[in-house]
């Protein structure tokens, strides 16, 4: 393919990183773009070099003013989303002539913008390295990237002798190439290859050190993600997406939330733009705060810019200024406010007379008359419907066992509630072990309605909800009315296998309370 050759012009090793300045303190100014994508209104139809670089200097230009702005607000950084400059829905040979070609930063040291020619088919890549240079700012973006590779050696190699990634590229502040990362889970995309092999990017600033890279669908799988987190110690992470909001459990900013909050890190989110595909949602998040952009009301795009902490130890061993002071990491933030007498109360393990050391088998622990089935994200769930203005509930999935406690205010409008538990492989857009509880407000008052998605509730919620998990890793978050998001007052283990999290005072009715277990072990079965 014509476009993925890549001349060398002048070659160097990467030597020596960047130049480590001083810090100013231990706090930086994040920016995220939600950007609304101008697309290919044919994306199957293949198409010259010239035509594709006419469309994207259309996204590119948007990309380029809006630098400009956060840079003037303070921004160090800049987070554009995933497809924001190509657009999507391509096939393999439809989006060739979208192609650049990304050299591996760990191998060549190379600031487009400062040396233009030193490869063929690259404006693309020069005119985000002249963004983060003139404004003086590091730079995430998103395009489709390609690598010749030979057969003979590479027995992953495609037919037609190259790899197309889904690509997020770092520019450092003077327009340096500093990082490098293709996507590993894709999400129906005919036009990309899968890496060969787990990529674990990151990169270093000299004023809040180092950050993981990871794109869209990744965040539901253990790689490379949770390797970046566990195993690498980052606690800072950019994340461009095109994600398909789908209540009411997966809404972009329900999930950010959720993620940045259970696993302790800082998430600079920019999703698209594009309402047609459900999409928007973006947001800064640390464990503690967030600023987010969920707006369904028609706009160009928005930029969101927020001071926010460095999140320690990710300035570990990367020789950043010593005055820099670190937040030190112990975990999410498992208390939000005092502890009250009711949450002493509901804390108590007499109130859950089911929850016990050991599995939980559905015979055993859903004997409550009422309790159902319904699909929920095209998953299975057990369900039980909430009664009376208070009550205490267990519903079960073989070893999960889902108890809450609940205290509601009486709405306007009546609205049905249920609490549900999943525990089994999810097999619809992609396939992956789910352990789930979760309220959910039903769309109806008929128990076949719970499940679906709804924005609005006017129903306000305390409650103490607690589940019986196999896998450490659950995310809880809270949606309210009108993509409204709350952190949990309190949560973190009871024991072993006991997950929880409380919530009391709520400004605006609940929409969904949720414990999402992904059991990354199981994904095979």
Known sequence: MAFCVLTVVFFSLCLGGLPQVRADGLSYVAAVY????????????????????????????????????????????????????????????????????????GLVTWSP??????????????????????????????????????????PHCPPDGQYQFNTDVVFSDNGTIVARYHKQNLFFEDSFDTPPKVEYVTFSTPFA??????????????????????????????????????????DAVQFQRA????????????????ADFRMTGSGIYTPWDSLYNHSKIEQSGKLLVKRIPVLGPSLIGDGVGKDVILIPYSGHPK???????????????????????????????????????????????TMLPLQGEAGNLTVCDGSLCCHMLFQRTAPQKEELYALGAFNGLHVVHGTYYLEICALVRCTGLEKESCGGGIEHAQTLVDFHLVGTFSTKH????????????????????????????????????????????RDYEKDST
Not at 113 to 142: G, W
Not at 479 to 506: A, F, N, V
Request: charged share 20%; hydrophobic share 40%.
């Open 34 to 105: 939600e950007h609304k994508v101008i697309l290919n209104p044919h994306p199957r139809v293949p198409q010259e070099r010239k035509a594709a670089l006419a469309h994207m200097k259309q996204n590119l230009d948007v990309y380029e003013e809006q630098t400009a702005l956060a840079a003037k607000q303070g921004a160090q950084i800049i987070v554009f989303p995933e497809d924001g400059i190509h657009g999507f829905n391509f096939s393999r040979s439809s989006i060739v002539a979208y192609l650049e070609t990304v050299p591996d930063p």
């Open 113 to 154: 913008c400062a040396d233009p020619y030193r490869f063929n088919n690259t404006e693309v890549l020069q005119r985000l390295s002249c963004m983060a240079q003139k404004n003086h700012i590091f730079l995430v973006a998103n395009l489709p990237d390609c690598q010749v590779c030979n057969r003979s050696a590479d």
């Open 209 to 250: 050190g180092r950050f993981g890279v990871f794109t869209c669908f990744d965040i539901l799988f253990r790689e490379p993600v949770v390797t970046l987190i566990e195993d690498m110690g980052i606690r800072q992470l950019v994340f461009p997406t095109a994600w398909m909001n789908h209540l009411p459990l997966l």
């Open 259 to 274: 993620f940045s909050y259970s696993s302790g890190v800082t998430l600079l989110a920019a999703n698209l733009r594009a």
């Open 335 to 381: 208390d939000n406010r005092p502890e009250t007498d009711k949450d002493k109360a509901w804390a108590d393990a007499a109130l859950f007379p089911r929850i016990g050391g050991g599995d939980c088998l559905k015979e055993e622990c859903s004997v409550e008359p009422n309790y159902f089935y319904s699909l929920m994200m095209r998953d299975n769930f």
């Open 474 to 517: 659950v995310y809880a978050g809270i949606l309210g009315s009108k993509t409204t998001l709350e952190l949990p007052d309190h949560s973190g283990w009871e024991s072993s296998s006991r997950y929880y999290m409380s919530k009391t005072g709520m400004t605006n009715g609940l929409v969904t309370a949720m414990l999402y277990g």
